[in-house]
């Protein structure tokens, strides 16, 4: 086997922010690691902040368990899933499954797929039984550090190197967007809301709108974010913290409600405005992680409206037209990308994220 040559301008050390537990995230100087067979090096240049970053960060039930569920995050595992970098090193073996060379600007997808289980057999990589996720696992190391390791299972894609790095690393909540898209089976009558425009939404407005419905209708409370899902491709925005989006809805679609609802908030509050702005036979989509359980009356999704509710998980099969549609321009990134901070100040980042007034994608050039 063709040993990987380290390039020379690779260093020994390196810095990374390393996870030890909830509210534990510390930068540390760790050796640079070396590619084993199969592998690739990649020098990181930008990684996104994601809201399940944060909410990892503030010891979510989802990652840390509780008393239904064991802990899936581990500890002792850099965070970050939204990567983008430059190939440094990488042996023949690597080459030749992902069609890279050094010096190529790529992205990764956030699951590591075991290809073993029921779920990879089937297609369906992203519900992976193994579920390795950059980030999350100490067997996948994530994108806050200088450089990072992809395993032999990633699905690793090309992106042109004059898209700037930050703007690449969208790649990753584009893709989970597209899928949520894919997942409600847009038709071009349809009328569609999508709740939130944070980086999620906004991801979803562009994919809509690339399947071109007849009418894309935004919400949210910041007026600013609004005006950046107009410019994503929204035909109507509504403030909700101004105005009540159910029955202006309503009163767009002749009082039926409507065809599809997308909940990008994480809000459980989203969900019974979701309920009830959708017409009977509506689609619900379902995609944000949530911090609280959300009661509503399910006799709303069955005896009133037989409403289709569909969840969504990560971007299986649509990245390559999440880098299409970043590599094409249709998404205004310049504004979406608000904040790019060193590593050294993740706690920044995090806190920019939570408070989610100032920023929509906070992203780490480490
Ligand atoms: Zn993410
Ligand atoms: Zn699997």
Known sequence: MAETTRAPEVPQVMQAVVCHGPGDYRL???PVPHPGPGEALLRVEAVGICASDLKCYDGAAKFWGDASRPAWAETEVVPGHE??????????????????EPGDRVVVEQIVPCWNCRYCDAGDYHMCQVHNIYGFKRATQGGMQEFMILTPGSLVHRIRSEVPPAHAAFAEPLSCALHAVERAGLKFS??????GCGP??????????AKSPAQIVALDMDPRKLKLAAATGAD????????????RIREMTGGYGADVYFEATGHPSAVIQG?????????FVEYSVFKDDVSVDWSIISDDKELDVLGAHLGPHCWPSAIK???????????????????????????????GTESIKVSLIP
């Open 28 to 30: 540390e100087t760790l």
């Open 275 to 283: 309920l009830n702005a959708l017409r009977k036979l509506g689609r």
């Open 190 to 195: 349809d009328f569609v809301v999508v709740a």
């Open 83 to 100: 990567i983008a970098g430059r190939v440094v090193a990488l042996d023949d073996r690597a080459t030749a499954r992902w069609g890279i």
């Open 325 to 355: 549609l970043i590599e094409e321009g249709r998404l205004p990134l310049e504004e979406i990308c608000t904040h790019q901070l060193p590593l050294e100040q993740f706690k920044t980042g995090l806190e920019l994220v939570a408070s």
């Open 236 to 247: 109507t925005t509504i403030n909700v913290a101004t105005e009540d989006a159910v029955s």
């Open 200 to 209: 999620i939404g906004l991801g979803v407005i562009a994919g809509a709108a």
